[in-house]
């Protein structure tokens, strides 16, 4: 029997009324005659009649098209449903709608800038110069552009101007390491990159130029590198090739203009890693996102006009996607650059203070964090303005609930959230007008069929089951750039349900039509909302001379953000000492990123593979896991069925 979980936060009236969720139901009732009691009765209608939901969206969120659409639905088919068929549209031309100019739309801090504002006016002129200084190099509809850029303004009117010329944008944080920005980038073939000179983290300056230099070497189809000043106010342009200024990019005294294009004109590309060959470079369309993060923004995370969403990101996670997409609503947004636990845990609490945040975005990694820092929030701050807190990245504990019940307020609305890269969005999270309880989500999203589903297919309820979306939805990517016959799209989403979307992450619905999220179901490694392949993490370790085979792993740890140990196959002659961990760390750090270095290091004989010699990273998860060896993987297909035995043992220590 389904256990009632701790109620720990129900809106009030006034919360209610507000909700543009509420004002879209109503509308509903009035232009449609659609009236339904609760909001399980909203979103069953969402999914079941898929085309007059998304409909209701353009309608009720005035998108405008220089070319209107055919039909809502050209093909259901999945993948390649065809949406809003024959329509031309600009995503960027939606985000500058209706702005006041000496309105703020963008607040930002960082570790290396003093802290400011951009108005709506300042936000506009920089896109423009961008986009015209774009348009001067040849960059047009269709080309790439990729950014090694921090999360500071530039990067969003960056993005607008290539969003504007129709553009194709492509970003990473400069954290990144070199080769995994280049297994990125190089996909795509680009033509302009833009990059900073280096940046400031926990309090240590990062020279990025050399990088820089690699990543043109690499990208032989690069015509123009652009540089941001941003570690130093004049960089030394001469330790590029065909390097230019930041201030010979931007074109001034222009106005901006915005390309008509497609619905399924590509908008961006993100990449989510597998855990083999390099990470997919997922493309969204621009009428997709746009629909979506209309929906997302305003019925789901309340964006209102007195709002400051804070959600603390970098370039290379999609939650700066999902930021940028807040645009589109009256609120305006806040941008961090930096550490947040530098100097300490306090320090995004303390920004919250100063820029009068409204919705604190993180990880449930940071919460857990400030848990066990015991950190506490409203110590000696003002947070008046602090109505909500959003968590990703990772399934938030129970204990994470209660602690910012306790510590942040008792009548603020948490909504853990749960989506991903591949749509660029959330499937599960926040819904305004519902109640939260411990260790849940709250529901549901609109247009989203999510259900459990068993290996047969069964859809579960008050059951663990591999999380599916059943129908399709506008933000799913329109293709993996340069997969022609879309092999490797069906294979990553379809394979296991053909026509429904296999996600990878288990997940309950439970009776009452909340949801819980326990992680990964495939091997990918997710850490404080990064995506990362093994295969990355195994690129980094191959190259040292000590390592001769490894497997890694993530296992969820309540509380943590989970607990990944790697084992490695030593070379002759290599001792697994201090100083070979600290250089194993240092490779993963420098090639992939810190938040993928192992939580400890285990040498072992030899690593579990197939016959056909893949690695057996999911079924030692499983044998971890507490999962016997019998049932985590047949033996009879491995090459080398002995090496299970240390993981088993390795288990039972544990």
């Known amino acids: 029997m389904e256990q009632m979980p701790k109620l720990l936060w129900q809106p009030d009236a006034d919360r209610i009324d507000r909700a543009t969720l509420t004002h879209y139901t109503a509308w509903l009732a009035e232009t449609s005659g659609l009236v339904f009691d609760d909001y399980e009765a909203l979103w069953r209608w969402s999914v079941g009649e898929i085309e007059a939901f998304w409909a209701s969206i353009w309608e009720y969120f005035d998108v405008q098209a220089e070319v209107p659409y055919e039909r809502v639905l050209g093909s259901r088919e999945m993948p390649g449903a065809q949406w809003f068929t024959g329509a031309h549209l600009s995503f960027a031309r939606h985000i500058f709608a209706g702005k006041d100019g000496d309105s703020v739309a963008i607040r930002h801090a960082s570790e290396t800038r003093e802290s400011g504002q951009w108005t709506w006016d300042d936000l506009r002129t920089n896109t423009a110069e961008i986009a015209a200084g774009l348009r001067a190099v040849g960059v047009g509809p269709g080309d790439r552009v990729v950014a090694y850029i921090p999360n500071v303004p530039e990067a969003i009117a960056a993005f607008l101007a290539c969003a504007s010329i129709g553009a194709v944008w492509a970003s990473c944080s400069p954290d990144f390491g070199a080769r995994t920005v280049i297994d990125r980038f190089s996909q795509i073939e680009p033509k302009v990159l833009i990059a900073v000179d280096g940046y400031r983290y926990g309090g240590k300056e990062f020279d990025r130029m050399d990088v820089v230099a690699g990543l043109q070497d690499e990208l032989p189809t690069l015509e123009h590198t652009f540089v941001l000043p941003y570690l130093d106010s004049e960089p030394d342009l001469e330790r590029l090739r065909n390097a230019s200024s930041w201030s010979s990019l931007c074109v001034a005294d222009v106005e901006l203009e915005f390309a008509s294009l497609p619905f399924d004109h590509p908008l961006w590309v993100l990449y989510s890693s597998g855990t083999t060959g390099l990470p997919k470079p997922i493309v969204h369309g621009q009428g997709g996102m746009l629909l979506e993060q209309l929906k997302k923004m305003h019925l789901h995370l309340d964006a209102q006009a007195d709002d400051r969403v804070f959600w603390f990101t970098t370039t290379g996670w999609m939650m700066w996607n999902f930021l940028v997409g807040v645009l589109l609503t009256p609120a305006s947004i806040v941008l961090y650059d930096g550490n947040p636990g530098y100097p300490d845990l306090g320090r995004l609490w303390d920004l919250a203070q100063e820029t009068g945040v409204t919705c604190f975005g993180t990880s449930a990694s940071f919460i857990s964090g400030c848990m066990n820092a015991g950190v506490e929030p409203r110590a000696g701050r ?273």
Request: charged content about 25%.
């Open 382 to 654: 003002d947070l008046e303005t602090l109505r909500s807190v959003g968590s990703t990245g990772s399934p938030l504990s129970p204990e994470g609930f209660e602690w910012i019940y306790k510590h942040v307020g008792s009548d603020t609305w948490l909504f853990s959230t749960s989506g991903g890269t591949d749509m660029c969005t959330a499937f599960v999270g926040g819904v305004p007008t519902l109640p939260v309880y411990e260790g849940e989500l709250q529901a549901r999203v609109l247009g989203a069929d999510v259900q459990a589903w068993d290996e047969q297919g069964k859809s579960l309820i008050g059951e663990v089951g591999e999380l599916v979306i059943t129908e399709p939805m506008p933000t799913m990517p329109i293709y993996f750039w340069g997969d022609s016959d879309g092999e490797r799209y069906r294979d990553s989403y379809f394979s296991m349900y053909p026509g429904v979307w296999r996600h990878g992450d288990w997940i309950e619905i439970t009776s009452r039509g909340t949801a819980i999220i326990y992680g990964r179901s495939d091997s990918t490694i997710n850490r404080g909302g990064v995506r990362m392949g093994t295969s990355e993490i195994y690129r980094a370790l191959f190259a040292l001379p000590e390592i001769a085979d490894a497997v890694v792993v993530d296992l969820p740890r309540e509380g943590t953000e989970g607990w990944m140990p790697l084992f490695v196959v030593l070379a002759d002659g290599a001792v697994l000492d201090d100083a070979l961990v600290k250089k194993i760390a240092g490779a993963i750090r420098e090639d992939c990123s810190p938040r993928h270095v192992p939580n400890e290091v285990h040498a072992i004989a030899e690593v579990p593979r197939t016959l056909s010699g893949k690695v057996l990273e999911v079924p030692i998860k499983r044998i971890l896991m507490g999962t016997p060896a019998e049932q985590a993987a047949s033996r009879d297909s491995l090459a080398n069925p002995r090496a299970l035995d240390w993981f088993v043992e390795f288990a039972e220590r544990q």
